[in-house]
Protein backbone atom coordinates (compact mmCIF):
# COMPACT_ATOMS: atom_id res chain seq x y z
CA UNK A 1 0.00 0.00 0.00
CA UNK A 2 1.46 3.41 -1.31
CA UNK A 3 0.39 6.58 0.90
CA UNK A 4 1.74 10.17 0.29
CA UNK A 5 0.75 13.86 1.11
CA UNK A 6 1.63 15.78 -2.11
CA UNK A 7 0.88 19.10 -4.27
CA UNK A 8 -2.45 18.41 -6.77
CA UNK A 9 -2.03 19.33 -10.74
CA UNK A 10 -4.02 19.54 -13.38
CA UNK A 11 -4.30 15.72 -13.79
CA UNK A 12 -5.74 15.48 -10.66
CA UNK A 13 -8.57 17.80 -11.19
CA UNK A 14 -11.74 15.11 -12.12
CA UNK A 15 -11.11 13.37 -9.08
CA UNK A 16 -10.34 16.34 -6.78
CA UNK A 17 -13.89 17.76 -7.83
CA UNK A 18 -15.96 14.39 -7.08
CA UNK A 19 -14.22 14.43 -3.56
CA UNK A 20 -14.65 17.74 -3.20
CA UNK A 21 -18.35 17.61 -4.12
CA UNK A 22 -19.41 14.29 -2.29
CA UNK A 23 -17.81 15.66 1.17
CA UNK A 24 -19.79 18.98 0.06
CA UNK A 25 -22.98 17.77 -0.47
CA UNK A 26 -22.99 15.69 2.69
CA UNK A 27 -22.11 19.12 5.08
CA UNK A 28 -24.23 19.91 7.97
CA UNK A 29 -22.81 22.95 7.56
CA UNK A 30 -24.09 24.49 4.60
CA UNK A 31 -26.22 23.19 1.31
CA UNK A 32 -24.70 22.89 -1.81
CA UNK A 33 -26.58 24.44 -4.36
CA UNK A 34 -23.82 24.77 -7.68
CA UNK A 35 -21.54 21.67 -6.93
CA UNK A 36 -19.92 23.43 -10.60
CA UNK A 37 -18.34 25.78 -8.65
CA UNK A 38 -16.27 23.38 -6.91
CA UNK A 39 -14.09 21.99 -10.11
CA UNK A 40 -10.51 23.47 -10.86
CA UNK A 41 -10.11 26.84 -11.37
CA UNK A 42 -8.06 29.48 -11.66
CA UNK A 43 -7.44 29.96 -7.60
CA UNK A 44 -6.25 26.35 -7.62
CA UNK A 45 -4.06 27.60 -10.68
CA UNK A 46 -2.62 30.47 -8.43
CA UNK A 47 -2.31 28.70 -5.03
CA UNK A 48 -1.48 25.44 -3.72
CA UNK A 49 -3.87 22.46 -3.12
CA UNK A 50 -2.51 19.41 -1.21
CA UNK A 51 -3.67 16.04 -1.79
CA UNK A 52 -3.68 12.63 0.98
CA UNK A 53 -3.23 9.78 -1.41
CA UNK A 54 -3.47 6.24 -0.66
CA UNK A 55 -3.08 3.49 -4.11
CA UNK A 56 -3.57 6.28 -5.79
CA UNK A 57 -7.51 7.18 -4.59
CA UNK A 58 -7.11 10.92 -3.20
CA UNK A 59 -8.60 10.86 0.55
CA UNK A 60 -8.54 14.51 1.74
CA UNK A 61 -7.50 18.05 0.18
CA UNK A 62 -6.77 21.20 1.17
CA UNK A 63 -5.94 24.54 -0.95
CA UNK A 64 -3.62 27.44 0.33
CA UNK A 65 -3.67 30.40 -1.62
CA UNK A 66 -1.68 34.14 -0.72
CA UNK A 67 -3.75 37.23 -0.29
CA UNK A 68 -1.69 40.67 -0.25
CA UNK A 69 -4.77 42.25 0.89
CA UNK A 70 -8.00 42.20 2.56
CA UNK A 71 -9.97 42.84 -0.93
CA UNK A 72 -8.03 39.47 -2.16
CA UNK A 73 -8.85 37.75 0.99
CA UNK A 74 -12.37 38.58 0.69
CA UNK A 75 -12.40 37.44 -3.00
CA UNK A 76 -11.44 34.22 -2.16
CA UNK A 77 -13.09 34.21 1.30
CA UNK A 78 -16.60 35.38 0.24
CA UNK A 79 -16.32 37.43 3.66
CA UNK A 80 -15.73 40.55 4.85
CA UNK A 81 -12.13 40.28 6.59
CA UNK A 82 -11.60 42.88 9.46
CA UNK A 83 -8.04 42.89 9.57
CA UNK A 84 -5.44 45.40 9.36
CA UNK A 85 -2.70 46.24 6.71
CA UNK A 86 -0.12 44.17 8.86
CA UNK A 87 -2.25 41.19 8.70
CA UNK A 88 -1.08 40.41 5.37
CA UNK A 89 0.33 39.02 2.94
CA UNK A 90 -1.70 36.16 4.74
CA UNK A 91 -2.26 32.35 3.49
CA UNK A 92 -5.62 31.53 2.91
CA UNK A 93 -6.64 27.73 3.60
CA UNK A 94 -9.86 26.67 1.79
CA UNK A 95 -11.60 24.04 -0.02
CA UNK A 96 -11.20 21.57 2.29
CA UNK A 97 -12.54 18.29 1.74
CA UNK A 98 -12.17 14.50 3.06
CA UNK A 99 -13.53 11.34 1.57
CA UNK A 100 -16.67 10.45 3.62
CA UNK A 101 -15.91 7.73 6.31
CA UNK A 102 -12.25 9.40 6.73
CA UNK A 103 -12.86 12.86 8.45
CA UNK A 104 -11.59 11.53 11.92
CA UNK A 105 -8.34 10.08 10.60
CA UNK A 106 -6.29 12.98 10.97
CA UNK A 107 -5.72 13.86 7.29
CA UNK A 108 -7.20 17.26 7.25
CA UNK A 109 -5.15 18.26 9.93
CA UNK A 110 -1.72 16.88 8.45
CA UNK A 111 -2.65 18.71 5.14
CA UNK A 112 -2.79 21.63 7.67
CA UNK A 113 0.52 20.66 9.20
CA UNK A 114 2.38 21.37 6.12
CA UNK A 115 0.94 24.61 5.11
CA UNK A 116 1.25 25.56 8.78
CA UNK A 117 5.21 25.07 8.36
CA UNK A 118 5.22 26.54 4.78
CA UNK A 119 3.62 29.82 6.43
CA UNK A 120 6.12 29.91 9.43
CA UNK A 121 9.03 29.33 7.01
CA UNK A 122 7.62 32.39 4.39
CA UNK A 123 7.09 34.54 7.79
CA UNK A 124 3.94 35.45 6.65
CA UNK A 125 1.71 37.15 9.42
CA UNK A 126 -1.74 34.98 9.77
CA UNK A 127 -3.56 31.84 8.28
CA UNK A 128 -7.02 32.76 7.21
CA UNK A 129 -10.14 30.18 7.32
CA UNK A 130 -13.35 29.74 6.94
CA UNK A 131 -15.33 27.52 9.54
CA UNK A 132 -18.93 27.40 10.66
CA UNK A 133 -20.03 27.89 14.11
CA UNK A 134 -19.99 24.43 16.01
CA UNK A 135 -17.98 22.57 13.52
CA UNK A 136 -16.09 20.08 14.98
CA UNK A 137 -12.86 21.13 13.64
CA UNK A 138 -13.08 24.55 15.46
CA UNK A 139 -12.58 22.38 18.75
CA UNK A 140 -9.21 21.79 17.61
CA UNK A 141 -8.36 25.25 15.99
CA UNK A 142 -9.04 26.90 19.45
CA UNK A 143 -6.19 24.54 21.05
CA UNK A 144 -3.55 25.57 17.87
CA UNK A 145 -4.49 28.96 18.76
CA UNK A 146 -6.85 30.21 16.00
CA UNK A 147 -9.52 33.04 17.05
CA UNK A 148 -12.93 33.63 15.15
CA UNK A 149 -14.27 36.78 14.44
CA UNK A 150 -18.05 36.91 12.91
CA UNK A 151 -17.80 38.81 9.59
CA UNK A 152 -19.85 41.16 8.55
CA UNK A 153 -20.87 39.68 5.22
CA UNK A 154 -21.08 36.19 3.51
CA UNK A 155 -21.78 35.74 -0.11
CA UNK A 156 -20.32 32.05 -0.83
CA UNK A 157 -22.03 31.28 -4.46
CA UNK A 158 -21.87 27.65 -4.00
CA UNK A 159 -24.17 26.68 -1.58
CA UNK A 160 -26.32 28.28 1.43
CA UNK A 161 -24.88 28.69 4.76
CA UNK A 162 -27.12 26.58 7.11
CA UNK A 163 -24.87 27.63 10.49
CA UNK A 164 -22.97 30.96 11.11
CA UNK A 165 -20.03 31.28 9.26
CA UNK A 166 -16.63 32.61 11.01
CA UNK A 167 -13.49 34.04 10.41
CA UNK A 168 -10.99 32.16 11.59
CA UNK A 169 -7.50 33.44 12.43
CA UNK A 170 -4.19 32.45 13.31
CA UNK A 171 -1.65 35.40 14.09
CA UNK A 172 2.28 34.84 13.56
CA UNK A 173 3.25 34.52 16.70
CA UNK A 174 1.31 31.24 17.12
CA UNK A 175 2.10 29.44 13.87
CA UNK A 176 5.52 27.88 15.10
CA UNK A 177 3.50 26.63 18.12
CA UNK A 178 0.65 25.23 16.30
CA UNK A 179 2.69 23.76 14.01
CA UNK A 180 4.66 21.88 16.47
CA UNK A 181 1.68 20.58 18.24
CA UNK A 182 0.23 19.15 15.06
CA UNK A 183 3.59 17.35 14.33
CA UNK A 184 3.59 15.65 17.46
CA UNK A 185 0.02 14.57 17.85
CA UNK A 186 0.07 13.04 14.24
CA UNK A 187 3.68 11.92 14.40
CA UNK A 188 2.42 8.77 12.48
CA UNK A 189 -0.07 9.36 10.57
CA UNK A 190 2.79 11.63 8.95
CA UNK A 191 4.86 9.07 8.72
CA UNK A 192 2.32 7.05 7.24
CA UNK A 193 1.51 9.66 4.35
CA UNK A 194 5.43 10.79 3.83
CA UNK A 195 5.58 14.11 1.76
CA UNK A 196 6.24 13.44 -2.17
CA UNK A 197 7.13 15.94 -4.42
CA UNK A 198 8.24 19.37 -4.99
CA UNK A 199 7.56 21.51 -2.13
CA UNK A 200 5.07 24.21 -1.12
CA UNK A 201 6.08 27.73 -2.56
CA UNK A 202 4.37 30.99 -0.90
CA UNK A 203 6.31 32.96 -2.97
CA UNK A 204 7.22 36.30 -0.76
CA UNK A 205 4.03 39.26 -1.36
CA UNK A 206 4.27 42.35 0.12
CA UNK A 207 0.24 43.81 1.74
CA UNK A 208 -1.49 46.01 -0.94
CA UNK A 209 -3.89 48.72 -0.51
Not at 42 to 62: F, K, N, P, Q
Not at 65 to 76: I, P
Not at 84 to 105: M, V
Not at 149 to 175: H, S
Amino acid sequence: MTSCVRLATRADAEALYRLRAAAYAASAEFRLTRPELLQWDRHDDEGAVLIAVRDGELLSTTRGMLAGSRDEAEEVLTCTVDLPRSSFPALILGKGATKLGSGNGGLHSALRYHFLRAAGAAKLPAVLGLVYEGAPRTNLMQRLGYRFERPTRFWDQEGEALKQPLLAVLDAKNIAAACEELRMSLDALLAAFPWEGPAIELAAQKSTP
